[in-house]
Every structure is written in C-alpha cells, then in structure tokens.
Nanobody
Framework: QVQLVQSGGGLVQAGVSLRLSCAASGGTFSSYAMGWFRQAPGKERDFVAA???????YYADSVKGRFTVSRDNAKNTVKMQMNRLEPEDTAVYYCAAGTWRSYPKGPYDYWGQGTQVTVSS
C-alpha cells in the first residue's frame, strides 16, 4: 500500500505562483509514474500533468508553459510549480501514483488526499 500526502495549497491572487508537494511512503518511489489532477466545483476530475519514472513530463494544454512537474527520488517527493495562476486554476488538486503504464494520463492506482487551490481575480 502506497500513501501520498499532499501540501502546499492555499488562497492566492491571480498572477501569483504556488508550489504543491506530494510525499510518498510505503513503496518504492522511483518505480512510480506520478500524475497530477484537479477537480473544480461541479466539474469532473481533469488531468493536469504527469512525470514518468525516467523524469519525462507531459502537460495538459491549459497549463503548458505555466506549470512544471519535478521529482526527487532521494526525498520520495514530487512537486508541481504553478506560475501565473489564473482564476480558472481554482480546484482541488490531487497527486497520484501508478506503474509505468499509468503515464501519462492514467489510470493511476494510489491517490493523495487533495489540496485546495483558490485563485482570486
């Protein structure tokens, strides 16, 4: 069983940057593909970004050029740097872990608890 614990959400103004973190335990982090998803109120969960075991990244069109995903296998963490945030980015953000087959859009096997990101105009 893999546990994913998220941190870094908050309330920010448009144009501001924010960094989300996801810490993994209970497995071998370096073997996981990691994904990020978000769910806005009244909307379905959408794919945001992913990073493979080898560090290859993939982004949804809506965040390309603004969000950057990275991983640190020594610390068992994955981070998503979010720049130039927009009100449309407001959502609950989830990190997820899976096998190599999960990259980039899923399905994923394990999920974090989610963290709220609210962007005011």
């Amino acid at each position: 069983q893999v546990q994913l614990v998220q941190s870094g959400g908050g309330l920010v103004q448009a144009g501001v940057s924010l960094r989300l973190s996801c810490a993994a335990s209970g497995g071998t982090f370096s073997s996981y593909a990691m994904g990020w998803f978000r769910q806005a109120p009244g909307k379905e969960r959408d794919f945001v970004a992913a990073i493979s075991r080898g560090g290859i990244t993939y982004y949804a069109d809506s965040v390309k050029g603004r969000f950057t995903v990275s991983r640190d296998n020594a610390k068992n963490t994955v981070k998503m740097q979010m720049n130039r945030l927009e009100p449309e980015d407001t959502a609950v953000y989830y990190c997820a872990a899976g096998t190599w087959r999960s990259y980039p859009k899923g399905p994923y096997d394990y999920w974090g608890q989610g963290t709220q990101v609210t962007v005011s105009s």
